[in-house]
């Protein structure tokens, strides 16, 4: 029995080494692609046209992307389900172009309306609005932005990485970092107090 177990075992894993090998260089492509895309997409909107982009800037484990009409900040946060990745455009004047989630593991049919809830026109529209004029928060907590229904959760930790996404581009990523880190630990606490349970 162990024998076969171990033979087993062994065949599983050779299949899912390879398995992995042949994929790994198509999957780190198509990213490549999303990422690309995504760029376009938050600094030039719907509007077509090229973008120069220069070579990506780590700062704090944030990345920026400097481009001839805009500058574009990757973050990634803690959401209700796990990591939420966010790719943020900023103009000259830190005004939000736009924005797209990279990747997300929250509640689907809630969580992941962020990826339309908070765009031009939408219930929390945050484009165009500067977070260094005024953070953006949720109306739950003192702000003036609407919650996604029923993600509360979720609508902090994505306004929480939008407004890092904008200390990193101002040059003050300490600032972004703390930010982040006192965010992390609001939703912690009300997630685990359950106080705010609905995400």
Same mark, same amino acid.
């Given at each position: 029995?162990?024998?076969?177990?171990?033979? +087993? =075992?062994?065949?599983?894993?050779?299949?899912?080494?390879?398995?992995?090998?042949?994929?790994?260089?198509?999957?780190?492509?198509?990213?490549?692609?999303?990422?690309?895309?995504?760029?376009? @997409?938050?600094?030039?909107?719907?509007?077509?046209? #090229?973008?120069?982009?220069?070579?990506?800037?780590?700062?704090?484990? *944030?990345?920026?992307?400097?481009? #001839?009409?805009?500058?574009?900040?990757?973050?990634?946060?803690?959401?209700?389900?796990?990591?939420?990745?966010?790719?943020?455009?900023?103009?000259?004047?830190?005004?939000?172009?736009?924005?797209?989630?990279?990747?997300?593991?929250?509640?689907?049919?809630?969580?992941?309306?962020?990826?339309?809830?908070?765009?031009?026109?939408? @219930?929390?529209? +945050?484009?165009?609005?500067?977070?260094?004029?005024?953070?953006?928060?949720?109306? @739950? #907590?003192?702000?003036?932005?609407?919650?996604?229904?029923?993600?509360?959760?979720? =609508?902090?930790?994505?306004?929480?990485?939008?407004?890092?996404?904008?200390?990193? *581009?101002?040059?003050?990523?300490? #600032?972004?970092? =703390?930010?982040? =880190?006192?965010?992390?630990?609001?939703?912690?606490?009300?997630?685990?107090?359950?106080?705010?349970?609905?995400?």
């Amino acid at each position: 029995m162990v024998l076969v177990l171990t033979v +087993i =075992s062994f065949i599983a894993g050779g299949a899912l080494a390879y398995i992995n090998k042949v994929t790994q260089e198509p999957i780190a492509r198509i990213k490549a692609e999303n990422l690309q895309a995504g760029i376009k @997409k938050v600094i030039l909107g719907e509007l077509t046209g #090229d973008l120069n982009v220069e070579e990506p800037i780590e700062v704090d484990g *944030y990345t920026l992307y400097k481009t #001839d009409k805009g500058t574009a900040v990757k973050v990634v946060t803690n959401g209700f389900g796990g990591p939420l990745e966010v790719l943020v455009g900023f103009n000259e004047d830190g005004d939000v172009l736009g924005y797209t989630i990279l990747a997300t593991v929250e509640t689907p049919g809630l969580g992941v309306k962020a990826a339309t809830w908070f765009q031009k026109g939408e @219930k929390g529209d +945050i484009i165009g609005r500067n977070p260094g004029e005024k953070e953006l928060v949720v109306n @739950k #907590d003192g702000g003036d932005i609407d919650a996604i229904t029923a993600s509360t959760i979720t =609508s902090r930790a994505f306004l929480n990485a939008v407004n890092a996404a904008y200390q990193v *581009y101002k040059g003050n990523a300490g #600032d972004a970092t =703390s930010g982040a =880190s006192k965010q992390a630990e609001k939703v912690r606490w009300a997630d685990e107090s359950g106080n705010d349970s609905i995400h």
